[in-house]
Antibody, heavy 120, light 113 residues
């Protein structure tokens, strides 16, 4: 069974940093593109970033480029999101999501999500 | 960025009746090289992550009941639930994966009348 479990969220002050982790199991992690998608309270999902199976070519939404860094450790089956210079508008539940095996960036498995709250 | 606009924002349908949700993209998401529309539909229930229902506009994900169907091409798409069941109460989102940033619609809340 595919499982994605996020950790590392919490309350942080504006300007602060957090690192999210996503532990993957039940599939060959190194074969898949992986994504971070966030969802502010009461809002729809917003794609944040993705990374290729070998960790090259990360891509970011404009709203986080230069502040967030996606990475992965295929030996540990873990996806990361380093978030720096956090702002109030970054407050959201952050999900890691697996790219479907079929061509195209749509998401067939999602983690339950981790709440990040940016507030003083 | 491609803007995805869903209609209506909310919808109330009687059990056993048909529910129809529309999604319009600000530019075509039809990928000419393989003639596939890069459009997906998701269902989200409270406290849960989104669940993939449909991809390539009309291909049902494995395990999704056949009362769910997707149609459309180019810029206009529809998700249809042929006979509404109580467990279908949720918010539904469309998503384009034609190019980055991948974008979602604002959501349609489906309720029982």
């Amino acid at each position: 069974e595919v499982q994605l479990v996020e950790s590392g969220g919490g309350l942080v002050q504006p300007g602060g940093s957090l690192r999210l982790s996503c532990a993957a199991s039940g599939f060959t992690f190194s074969d898949y593109w992986m994504h971070w998608v966030r969802q502010a309270p009461g809002e729809g999902p917003v794609w944040v970033s993705h990374i290729s199976p070998d960790g090259t070519g990360p891509t970011y939404a404009d709203s986080v480029r230069g502040r967030f860094t996606i990475s992965r450790d295929n030996a540990k089956n873990t996806l990361y999101l380093q978030m720096n210079s956090l702002r109030g508008e970054d407050t959201a539940v952050y999900h890691c999501a697996r790219d479907h095996a079929a061509p195209g960036a749509f998401f067939d498995h999602w983690g339950q999500g981790m709440l990040v709250t940016v507030s003083s | 960025d491609i803007v995805m606009t869903q209609s209506p924002d909310s919808l109330a349908v009687s059990l056993g009746e048909r529910a129809t949700i529309n999604c319009k993209s600000s530019q075509s998401v039809l990928y000419s090289s393989n003639n596939k529309n890069f459009l997906a539909w998701y269902q989200q229930k409270p406290g849960q992550p989104p669940k993939l229902l449909i991809y390539w506009a009309s291909t049902r994900e494995s395990g999704v009941p056949d009362r769910f169907s997707g149609s459309g091409s180019g810029t206009d798409f529809t998700l249809t639930i042929s006979s509404l069941q109580a467990e279908d109460v949720a918010v539904y989102y469309c998503q384009q994966f034609y190019n980055t940033p991948y974008t979602f619609g604002q959501g349609t809340k489906l309720e029982i009348k």
